[in-house]
């Protein structure tokens, strides 16, 4: 005899059930990854705007660490395309 069809029925519920909750909370970190990546994504956006509002002859600081460094507006505007364009690759 193969066992209780009762038993059987609800092993296989219970396994449902674990795929189920392995698939909320699967779909909770992506939720979680694409809400950090907007963030990342509307930061940069505001960032290229405002880049795209300053002349050549504008003096543009980056920071690294606890220290602002010179940086050239060309590389600047580079380096935030390079990074929208990661963003909307993860995305």
């Keep these: 005899m193969a066992g209780n069809p009762g038993s059987n ?30 963030g990342q994504q509307n930061e940069n956006e505001m960032v290229k705007q405002e880049l795209d509002l300053l002349d050549d002859s504008s003096t543009v600081y980056k920071m690294v660490g606890p220290v ?13 395309e390079k990074r929208l364009e990661y963003i909307t690759g993860e995305m």
Excluded: G, H, P, Y
């Design 9 to 38: 029925m609800a092993a296989a519920v219970d396994a449902e059930v674990a795929k189920f909750r392995e698939l909320q909370t699967e779909i909770s970190e992506l939720r979680s990854s694409q809400q950090t990546l907007i």
């Design 68 to 80: 602002l460094m010179k940086n050239d507006l060309d590389d600047a505007k580079q380096t935030v």
